[in-house]
């Protein structure tokens, strides 16, 4: 067993079984990870409150043999609390490979729910992960002022071809 103790921030919780969780933690030290968190939904657990989608906590995990992580301790210190947060937090977790640190997107990460949520959030998101650029043009009339991006189809927008083509706002990130 290897021990690990990084920051990370919670991108989703997923209940196991009666009183168990699967954590998404996007880490400054391990990337995005998945992690199973023993007993946090009983009413006395001391994790669950540090582990809820949007908090930024120091957190030591446990690597077992093979098997992935397990959370063993987390103490949140920050809290992300705009609406939208969640859409953030579901892109990142699409978006960003398992288990590839990157401390570029970390801290874009980190400063987008710390200090807000801007305008080019997604954008910079985007060209960190090696997705756009200046030459990346409209997927469907080449038009280079891009303003949605689709993460299912992997693909650019203009606003004219993002509205023409009837998409919805919950299927795309405007950019």
Known sequence: MIEHYTK?????REPRGELDAT??????????????????????SKLSGHLVPGKIADIRVVENNGSGYQVVDALSFTSASTPEVP???????????????????????????????????????LLIMGLGGEEIGCEKCGNLKIAYFL?????????ECFKRLGIEEKDGFQI
């Open 8 to 12: 990370g921030v919670v991108l989703a």
């Open 23 to 44: 954590i998404v933690l996007y880490t400054k030290d391990l990337g995005k990870i998945l992690a199973f968190a023993k007993s946090i939904r009983k009413i006395t």
């Open 87 to 125: 859409r953030l937090l579901s892109f990142i977790d699409r978006m960003s490979p398992s288990g590839v640190q990157d401390l570029q997107l970390w801290y874009e990460i980190e400063n987008s729910l710390q200090y807000g949520i801007t305008g080019d959030t997604y954008r910079k998101l």
């Open 151 to 159: 993460p299912l189809d992997v693909i650019f927008l203009c606003a």
